[in-house]
């Protein structure tokens, strides 16, 4: 791998109105939105725009509702009703939208939805890989300048103000610039390289570059959240386990309160979990088989999951499905002036509350607010003007004196994950476990920052998981009580005292303090 | 993780090298692409889906090695089976109408 050791060619250096930051769906939209409100755009990408993120991976679930209908009114109380007293009425409303408007504008523009037996067109799932390789056509065809494998690792901040960012082509370590008036961080959650499916880019550096530049977070305190897995693969679809029942190792049944990941987690505290999909009926099994991924592990290992049991794990996913992420406004605004957030990468309560927002409400919000951003940073670029390219910019990120090789990486990492991923750290827990946590995670941050010789995109990397693994420890010891996807073993009981957001940030100084919810105030 | 590129399939058009969203192969001067950073594969399966030439096969475990011999892989019918399950044929992609996964929803309210 190529690194600051190993001088590469330049890469590109340009100048656009807009510059968003990851290629999934919160970012193809936001770069349409801003192509469409007549910007030039440039869109770089970790990987690649299309296979890369949590969304190529599989299908997701879509909330598609007509505005004002009895449909949408049951949607709205059922996020309300899941989110636990952090949900933003409001807000959702509006997200469904915009899912709305943009779904049909795909449907006019040639995207193949399904049709039921009935003919209605159906349009509450997308099938990932499709979805993104259908915008991207689109970006292309607009002439969006997309960069893919190419990880941005610092923005360029000038006289306060974000002008755009500098990264890395991970093929050749040509490094690249781009200035731009306004950019867009949807660079997804972070799930710690833990294997959760189609995570494997989302180690945190959006987070990272926005916290250099002054930016805060929001509730990463609803991080404890984990998808069921056959054990050994990367298939973490939750879905399907609706209609499984699950076994411990001698064939004994297993029951919990709560949900089924509840159901895992705790026969997984005794011992080896199993599942098999029993309670689907055969066209639902038709239904869940025409998801290949779903089915690739089991038709690649032989199981019959409607039949056999087969052994199951829970797999952390972090921000990519819990709800922490950069705070922002009505508009996608973060606390940086010309920066905006979208998607996963943006603080979900108000969508999605204090319990998950994998699947319809995720892939609901990385649309409106990926459409809003791509709106608000081409306004925001045509208030700064067509000069922005002369600005000063420099990078906020101190420059890297390290003396770490790969070796040392991995062994911050590793140092990392012992303190987030095992479900005694972030399904179950308890105030002793999140100080002991704390502790080692200050040490995690100060040898990530180390690790200046070894590969630029690894050290990034690596920090960006140390900063975010802090974040989301010091804001669930904020939370003294157990709501939704923070589960708090000596505070098993909601505090409906507690009924606020946590907000985050800080690099070497790590804060973390409540707030009044934005729909609290408004409803006042 | 990923376990084969079969060098008598492979048409050497690199589009995996291009679109692997984790860069796990390397180029290789009229050869067949190699696996150069093969613990990098998130086992997502979409490498297969951008194959013309159903050359690669993706095993689906994660977290350890899983040799694979092709031939078997063929008389499994394997290979080539997900691109063949999601619709796509010769890289392109198809298939989103034939999409029953609505079966799902009117079981529950998810």
């Known amino acids: ?524 | 993780m990923i376990e084969l590129v079969s060098e008598s399939r492979c048409i050497q058009c690199n589009i995996c090298v291009k679109a692997c969203p984790d860069n796990v192969f390397d180029a290789v001067e009229a050869a067949a692409p190699v696996i150069a950073r093969k613990a990098d594969c998130q086992t997502c399966f979409l490498c297969e889906l951008y194959c013309p030439a159903d050359a690669l096969f993706v095993s689906p475990l994660r977290d350890r090695d899983d040799p694979v011999d092709e031939a078997d892989l063929v008389a499994r019918g394997l290979l080539g089976s997900f691109a063949r399950n999601m619709g796509w044929k010769n890289a392109k992609p198809r298939g989103t109408d034939k999409d029953l996964t609505y079966r799902m929803f009117e079981d529950r309210d998810i």
Request: net charge positive; aromatic share 8%.
């Open chain 1, 1 to 524: 791998m190529s690194g600051p050791t190993h001088p590469a060619a330049a890469g590109p250096d340009l100048v656009a109105d807009v510059l968003v930051i990851g290629g999934g769906p919160a970012g193809c939209w936001a770069a349409l939105s801003a192509m469409e409100a007549g910007a030039s755009v440039v869109l770089a990408e970790k990987g690649y725009v299309g296979t890369a993120g949590a969304t190529a991976a599989g299908n997701s679930s879509i909330v598609y509702t007509l505005p004002a209908s009895a449909g949408r009114e049951k949607a709205i109380a059922q996020r309300v009703a899941r989110g636990l007293g952090l949900v933003a009425a409001d807000t959702v409303d509006r997200v469904f939208d915009e899912v709305y408007r943009q779904l049909n504008r795909l449907a006019d523009w040639g995207y193949g939805f399904p049709k039921t037996e009935d003919g209605t067109s159906y349009r509450g799932s997308m099938r990932g890989v499709d979805y993104l390789r259908f915008l991207r056509q689109r970006l292309v065809k607009g002439g969006v300048r997309i960069l893919d494998q190419s990880p941005a690792l610092d923005l360029l901040v000038a006289d306060g103000v974000v002008a755009g960012a500098r990264g890395s082509d991970r093929r050749t370590g040509a490094p690249w610039t781009v200035r731009s008036a306004a950019t867009v961080i949807a660079s997804g959650g972070c799930a710690f390289l833990s294997g959760a499916l189609g995570t494997r880019n989302l180690t945190g550096e959006g987070y990272l570059m926005a916290a250099e530049a002054g930016a805060r977070f929001s509730g990463m305190d609803f991080t404890g959240q984990y998808g069921i897995a056959p054990r050994h693969t990367s298939v973490t679809k939750g879905i399907i386990y609706f209609w499984a029942s699950f076994f411990d190792e001698a064939g004994a049944r297993l029951e919990s309160k709560g949900d089924r990941q509840d159901i895992v987690a705790n026969g997984l505290g005794r011992g080896r979990v199993f599942a098999m999909l029993d309670k689907a009926s055969p066209r639902v099994q038709s239904g869940m088989r025409s998801q290949a991924n779903i089915f690739a592990p089991f038709d690649r290992l032989g199981i019959d999951p409607f039949t056999q049991r087969f052994e199951v794990e829970l797999i952390y996913e972090g921000t990519v499905r819990g709800n922490g992420g950069l705070l922002i406004g009505r508009d996608t605004a973060t606390d940086v002036p010309g920066l905006f957030a979208a998607g996963d990468a943006a603080a979900r309560e108000e969508m999605a509350g204090a319990t998950s927002g994998g699947g319809g409400p995720n892939a609901s919000w990385a649309l409106a607010t990926g459409t809003w951003s791509g709106r608000a940073a081409a306004a925001f670029a045509r208030g700064i003007g067509a000069a922005h390219g002369d600005r000063r910019a420099a990078t906020p990120a101190p420059a890297a004196e390290g003396r770490g090789d790969a070796a040392d990486t991995a062994a911050v990492r590793a140092a990392i994950q012992r303190e987030i991923l095992p479900l005694g750290r972030s399904f179950f827990r308890s105030t002793a476990g999140l100080e002991a946590a704390s502790g080692a995670l200050e040490t995690a941050w100060r040898d990530a920052g180390a690790l200046g010789r070894t590969d630029a995109i690894a050290r990034r990397e690596t920090q960006a998981m140390a900063a975010t693994a802090r974040w989301i420890v010091a804001s669930a010891r904020r939370r003294g009580e157990s709501r939704g996807i923070h589960r708090l073993a000596d505070r098993p009981a909601r505090d409906d005292g507690q009924l606020h957001r946590i907000l985050s940030g800080g690099l070497d100084r790590v804060f973390a303090a409540p707030v009044g919810a934005r729909h609290m105030e408004a409803a006042e």
